[in-house]
């Protein structure tokens, strides 16, 4: 497919560029071409005119559970430990491979209508979830996470070099769940895993007080420190959540160039804290975001997540100016993209994957045109995705989906799935 795309605002998330008027074009999975209207005599597939609305780089979603939709509010209103021990790990041990299969589909959707175009996903049946990528057509990029009820070392090996395969829309990042759920022998191999590939390694880390303090009673380092100390960051990586972060933990992440995945909407809703985003941003940590998953937070919306970013950080800091908004779309986009690797779709720009977003300003709440930057922080919802085209693909367009499933039968089972586990 060869589509272009006219009468367009640009924001491109390159550095030092500003919105600018212009065109787009897509060949295949690339973009083509991205700059200032100029006449051309090609033939193109399709033209579309986008009447002013913004193109720009779709949301990376760092951090997600996708086949958690099955939980979304099933049990609320409980702490962490609760929640997770006593509510959810026995309903995911009656989930099947097809369940995961599903209820990502079913993520799938609420991905798109968000403008997110790449999830960072851990969860089971990590082939099923590749299998719903390449029908989908939806960017996965998985990470491990192995824990002490498994899977083995050895078959987390298997699963890196399997779905490594070289499909663009599926990939397989080494991780574990965390240190609470991991023993120190499992984590020594893990960590040698990552040394044998030379591959990064993300985890939770630091997401209660409970998980540090415990951390610390069992090891006398907080999760930072103990992950740091069996040399698992060496090739790169970072955490999610990382909310309860001492002063050394930042000196590490700062030394090592990890990435703070932070998740504000499943952190306040779980009241597990507020991640400290200035700190972070003044000892030049990169920092992206996450949804967290669909049972914790409980929905899977970029926009949310951007506002809660800024919102709390100027709340914790008592400064307006804390945490720019953006500072806040560049973590949405850019940062999560380098956070997953993939570093071609971080930016608009020539020869750059075709993961695109079109923002709609025809709206009145992006009007008047003071700042559409930072409106799309601080104004911007799931109303204002016009389109969601991810590698080539229009997913996305005008609240129709094309993935190739239909919504109500995915509703349908879904439910029926919650039926016979929960």
């Known amino acids: 497919m060869y589509i272009r795309f006219t009468n367009a605002r640009i924001l491109s998330m390159t550095d030092g560029e500003d919105i600018y008027e212009g065109e787009l074009r897509v060949k295949d999975n690339k973009i083509a071409y991205v700059g200032e209207k100029c006449e051309s005599d090609e033939k193109f597939d399709r033209v579309i005119d986008c009447q002013g609305n913004v193109l720009m780089p779709g949301f990376k979603n760092a951090h997600t559970h996708s086949g958690m939709t099955a939980m979304r509010s099933y049990a609320d209103d409980l702490p962490l430990q609760e929640w997770l021990n006593e509510k959810i790990f026995p309903m995911e041990a ?3 491979g097809e369940d995961c299969y599903i209820l990502s589909k079913l993520a799938v959707l609420e991905y798109l209508t968000s403008g997110i175009t790449a999830v960072f996903d851990m969860y089971l049946a990590p082939y099923d979830i590749a299998r719903c990528a390449k029908d989908t057509g939806m960017k996965f990029v998985q990470v491990s996470g192995i824990n002490k009820f498994g899977p083995s070392i050895e078959e987390l090996e298997e699963r890196f070099l399997k779905i490594n395969d070289g499909n663009p829309l599926s990939s397989f990042k080494l991780g574990f769940h965390a ?3 991991c023993d120190l022998p499992l984590l020594e191999k893990i960590a040698a895993l990552a040394h044998k590939y030379k591959q990064p390694l993300f985890a939770h880390n630091s997401e209660t007080e409970r ?21 698992m960051f060496e090739y790169g990586g970072g955490g999610y959540h990382c909310v309860h972060f001492s002063d050394h933990d930042i000196e590490i992440f700062k030394e090592k160039g990890l990435y703070a995945v932070t998740n504000p909407g499943s952190n306040t809703k779980l009241a597990s804290g507020i991640a400290p985003i200035q700190k972070f941003l003044d000892n030049g940590i990169s920092v992206a975001i996450g949804t967290d998953g669909p049972s914790s937070n409980n929905c899977l919306d970029m926009f949310r997540e951007m506002f809660l970013v800024t919102g709390l950080a100027k709340l914790t800091t008592k400064d307006a100016s804390a945490v720019d908004g ?5 973590m949405a986009t850019v940062n999560g993209a380098h956070a997953m690797g993939l570093n071609d779709a971080d930016v608009l720009a020539k020869d750059k994957e075709a993961d695109i977003i079109m923002i709609d300003l025809h709206q009145p709440n992006m009007q008047p045109l003071n700042n559409i930057a930072k409106n799309i922080v601080y104004s911007g919802s799931k109303t204002n995705v016009k ?8 997913l996305y367009e005008d609240g129709k989906y094309n993935i190739g499933a239909d919504p109500e039968e995915l509703y349908a089972k879904a439910d029926e799935i919650i039926k016979r586990i929960g």
Not at 212 to 225: F, H, S
């Open 94 to 96: 009656k989930m099947t």
């Open 179 to 181: 240190e609470y759920t």
């Open 211 to 231: 998980e540090v303090k415990e951390c610390i009673d069992r090891y006398k380092k907080t999760p930072t420190e103990l992950m740091d100390s069996l040399g």
């Open 326 to 330: 953006l500072k806040v779309l560049k």
């Open 387 to 394: 389109m969601t085209m991810v590698h080539g693909r229009i």
